[in-house]
T-cell receptor, first 112, second 116 residues
Framework: DAKTTQPPSMDCAEGRAANLPCNHSTISGNEYVYWYRQIHSQGPQYIIHGLKNNETNEMASLIITEDRKSSTLILPHATLRDTAVYYC?????????????FGSGTQLTVLP | SAVISQKPSRDICQRGTSLTIQCQVDSQVTMMFWYRQQPGQSLTLIATANQGSEATYESGFVIDKFPISRPNLTFSTLTVSNMSPEDSSIYLCSGRLAGGSHNEQFFGPGTRLTVL
């Protein structure tokens, strides 16, 4: 699976959009971009995933560049409960037996 | 979706003893995994728990230290054997649903282990 690079930490004001970047310059054509987050003292939680089109769900939006070498997770209206470590993970396509491999992630702190 | 529970949620153990952590999933999962998360660190995969056969261990982890069982599609155990303070970590169980649309992995809340 391709390696990802994320900033170690970011701050965001409550109510504002949080934009979390991820670089995955060695991504292969059949690899998806997944985002998980881990709130303190909890297990990781799935947020969203995508292949090449932008995706949106009730939690977040995922913007993937045209060359697929980077992506941005957007939390449109961050709340204090969004404070967590956010992991960007690139892995092979649907149906794979491979597990998720976690990097160091980005610690997002939402400030009141 | 799937809900994963773990027992115990935390424990404090003496050096040289062993602890068995239980993982129960409320749905049948094709794959089950055990991760370790050392203080302030990211998650590291220990092994994939295979139903009815020996677990598949990642580099740096061995069966004698971390024996794993998976008797059915919804249950697994991880034993941390002959513990030392370096084994103090959070141990997380994870599962992937059978027929899941995008290989989403679900995680338990973790077992916080402190070895004295």
């Amino acid at each position: 699976d391709a390696k990802t690079t994320q900033p170690p930490s970011m701050d965001c004001a409550e109510g504002r959009a949080a934009n979390l970047p991820c670089n995955h310059s060695t991504i292969s054509g059949n690899e998806y971009v997944y985002w998980y987050r881990q709130i303190h003292s909890q297990g990781p939680q799935y947020i969203i995933h995508g292949l090449k089109n932008n995706e949106t769900n009730e939690m977040a939006s995922l913007i993937i560049t045209e060359d697929r070498k980077s992506s941005t997770l957007i939390l449109p209206h961050a709340t204090l409960r969004d404070t967590a470590v956010y992991y960007c993970i690139v892995r092979v396509a649907q149906g794979s037996a491979r597990q998720l491999t976690f990097g160091s992630g980005t610690q997002l702190t939402v400030l009141p | 979706s799937a809900v994963i529970s773990q027992k115990p949620s935390r424990d404090i153990c003496q050096r040289g003893t062993s602890l068995t952590i239980q993982c129960q999933v409320d749905s049948q999962v094709t794959m089950m995994f055990w991760y370790r998360q050392q203080p302030g660190q990211s998650l590291t995969l220990i092994a994939t728990a295979n139903q009815g056969s020996e677990a598949t261990y990642e580099s740096g982890f061995v069966i004698d230290k971390f024996p794993i069982s998976r008797p059915n599609l919804t249950f697994s155990t991880l034993t941390v054997s002959n513990m030392s303070p370096e084994d103090s970590s959070i141990y997380l169980c994870s599962g992937r649903l059978a027929g899941g649309s995008h290989n989403e992995q679900f995680f338990g809340p973790g077992t916080r282990l402190t070895v004295l």
